[in-house]
């Protein structure tokens, strides 16, 4: 579909239908990124005033919390006073859903499922002016890199399995001007496919799980494709951590920067890396706080408040995520708080018997050859299991090395046991899981 046509006929019409003020949104927000700090706090200070006056006056549950716990918005000090309103966990939201709306707003709404990766997924109602804002905040992320409303995309993402769902997605690719690989159809026909798809579509960027591009590249270098000629603008990763190994292939691969989204169903885009490489906050969108897991770890939990719904807005959220956060200047002038470290789920860390805490991330750099994909898998403190799929060139004495090297890092009493399977399962929404926790 022709881009311009895409933008201005099919993306505006469809914000008609839907009541949608993306575009309107848009223009107002592009050039905060730009504000000095001192402007930023204060969009953001009137926003998180804005969100708890509504809150306590109009939905039940807020209003009860602030009661009990002595909290008038009037007096509070913002953002320093957010810490005495209670943290709301994904438990709570289920537990009290239905008063955690606004029930004096009749909207139009959508409802939306976590992909529930770390545990019970979640139903999230989306009234149209909050989707709109988490799509005027993607768009002006995306322009970061010259990337617009219409421009062809190449998706790397789940489809849904029933086929209602399914041709509803399809409808939505062809509006949305994009071409998708499904992350449930990986092998050598469905990837060749792809690839003749691309050649012919010429999208400007691809957008997708980070684990799936990484696949696809892979492929398309051991079968002698090129995809430089394709000129693409970025590749937009989300849905899964980004890793070191993957990003360095694709960037190389693929001739361009890999851009990183850091975001969540219920809120929309957390962050998003500038071209510098910095992963910036996004502000105006959302207010996030960092609170010590525990003294023995280097990384916070992360805490977010929307500032952009007034019909339902999570207030002082345990996204399930952790990361470190920072005020250093980035040499792109934009002036959005870093996050420095983000490495994923609370619950998806390594637990030694000794209790000390280790991120998987350990796997990519202890793994470096003769394994074409592998997951981890902890049964108890005390034993690991490793599936892979082996590479022809794997050895006896690189599994004992590898074995060796992890045994250094999680201690002599964790059994390592390494399992060859033909290939690794993925999750219902289509993500490659590298490991699964005791938790689970």
Same mark, same amino acid.
């Given at each position: 579909? !022709? ?9 505006? /019409? ?15 927000? =592009? ?21 708890? *006056?509504?809150? #306590? ?32 966990? =994904? ?15 009749? *909207? ?25 804002? &988490? ?56 990837? !060749? ?10 999208? *400007? ?5 980070? /684990? ?22 970025? &590749? ?25 989204? #850091? ?37 916070? %939990? ?7 719904? #007034? ?41 030694? /018997?000794? !209790?000390? #805490? ?19 898998? %902890? ?7 490793? =599936?892979?799929?082996? %590479? ?49």
């Amino acid at each position: 579909m !022709n881009e311009w046509f895409a933008k201005n006929v099919v993306y505006r /019409s469809i914000q008609m239908v839907r009541q949608e003020k993306v575009l309107k949104y848009l223009s107002r927000i =592009k050039e905060i990124p730009w504000y000095s700090r001192d402007e930023i706090e204060d969009i953001q200070r009137q926003k998180l005033f804005e969100t708890l *006056k509504c809150a #306590y006056k109009n939905i039940p549950y807020y209003h009860h919390l602030f009661d009990q716990h002595g909290i008038e918005v009037e007096k509070l000090k913002l953002p320093e006073d957010m810490c005495k309103i209670p943290i709301l966990t =994904k438990d709570v939201f289920r537990e009290h859903n239905s008063s955690l709306i606004n029930s004096n707003e009749n *909207k139009r709404l959508s409802y939306e499922k976590t992909s529930g990766t770390s545990g019970k997924p979640l139903t999230i109602c989306i009234d149209r002016d909050k989707s709109a804002h &988490i799509r005027a905040q993607m768009f002006r992320n995306y322009e970061w890199y010259n990337i617009h409303i219409g421009d062809k995309q190449g998706r790397f993402w789940g489809v849904p399995v029933e086929k209602r769902n399914y041709i509803k997605e399809n409808i939505k690719d062809i509006l949305a001007n994009r071409i998708r690989l499904s992350a449930f159809k990986i092998d050598d026909i469905s990837f !060749n496919k792809f690839i003749n798809k691309l050649i012919r579509f010429k999208p *400007k960027y691809f957008y997708g799980y980070p /684990s799936l591009i990484y696949e696809f590249c892979q492929w398309l270098i051991n079968n002698g494709f090129e995809l430089k000629d394709l000129n693409l603008l970025a &590749i937009i990763t989300s849905g899964e951590v980004l890793h070191d190994f993957q990003r360095k292939l694709i960037e190389k691969y693929c001739d361009c920067k890999v851009a990183n989204e #850091y975001g969540a169903t219920e809120i929309g885009v957390i962050a998003f890396e500038c071209p510098e490489g910095n992963l910036h906050i996004n502000s105006d969108h959302i207010y996030l706080e960092t609170i010590k897991l525990d003294k023995s770890n280097d990384v916070d %939990q992360i805490i977010v408040t929307e500032l952009n719904n #007034y019909y339902n807005p999570l207030i002082r959220y345990k996204i399930g995520d952790l990361g470190v956060t920072t005020d250093i200047k980035c040499k792109c002038g934009r002036d959005f708080p870093i996050i420095t470290n983000l490495v994923g789920r609370e619950n998806s860390l390594i637990i030694t /018997s000794d !209790n000390r #805490y280790i991120y998987p991330s350990v796997f990519h750099y202890v793994i470096n050859g003769g394994i074409k994909q592998f997951q981890g898998v %902890q049964k108890s403190k005390t034993e690991l299991i490793i =599936k892979i799929v082996k %590479q022809d060139d794997l050895t006896d004495i690189m599994l004992r090395d590898y074995e060796d090297k992890l045994a250094n890092i999680l201690g002599k009493s964790m059994k390592i046991k390494f399992e060859i399977v033909n290939q690794i399962d993925k999750h219902k929404s289509g993500k490659l899981r590298y490991f699964i926790p005791l938790k689970e």
